[in-house]
Each structure stands twice: as C-alpha cells, then as structure tokens.
C-alpha cells in the first residue's frame, strides 16, 4: 500500500432519525434538516453540516446548516463515521 497516496475527501451523508431533526431559517424560508454531511479532516477530526428541504414544500436551495451542539448528534455523527469507515474497509473493489 502506498502512504503516499492522498485522497482529497472522505465524507459520507448520514440522515438523520425524525426524532432528532430541528428547523432552521435562511432568507426568510424555514428548513427541517434532514440529512448530515460529515467529513473527514486532514487532522482526523470531524466537520458536519447540516442540509434538508423547505418546510412549505420545494426543493429549495441547497444550503448548509451548522449543526447545534447537542450530544445526540455529536453521537449520531460519530456513530456515523464510525458505521462509514467499517463499511469502507470492507470494500469489495469496483462491481
């Protein structure tokens, strides 16, 4: 294996479970956030936003949320990465 090779992203979408979703407003339009995009950094650390649609309906833009600082999501989000990497090293190659 080459430790040379770098690989320029790792993210993975992880949706999140109705339970734990909350709404935010951007422009004057309310969004329930639905789904989490967790990358991983250079440094090993973890960065997530947060992405959903138009509570009124549409597809609407696609706008990145902060994620709020509770311990369910950061739970939700390690659990994630977590889930992400065991289903990346069982990789089976190119079907």
Request: charged share 25%.
């Amino acid at each position: 294996m080459d430790s040379d090779l770098e690989v320029s992203a790792a993210a993975v979408n992880i949706s999140i479970p109705a339970e734990l979703r909350w709404t935010d407003t951007r422009r004057g339009t309310e969004f329930q956030l639905t789904t989490l995009n967790v990358r991983l950094r250079p440094d090993g650390h973890l960065a997530a936003k947060a992405y959903g649609r138009p509570v009124e309906g549409g597809r609407g833009a696609y706008v990145s949320f902060p994620v709020p600082d509770r311990p369910e999501l950061a739970a939700l989000i390690a659990e994630g990465a977590s889930r992400a990497g065991t289903l990346w090293a069982a990789h089976r190659g190119l079907g």
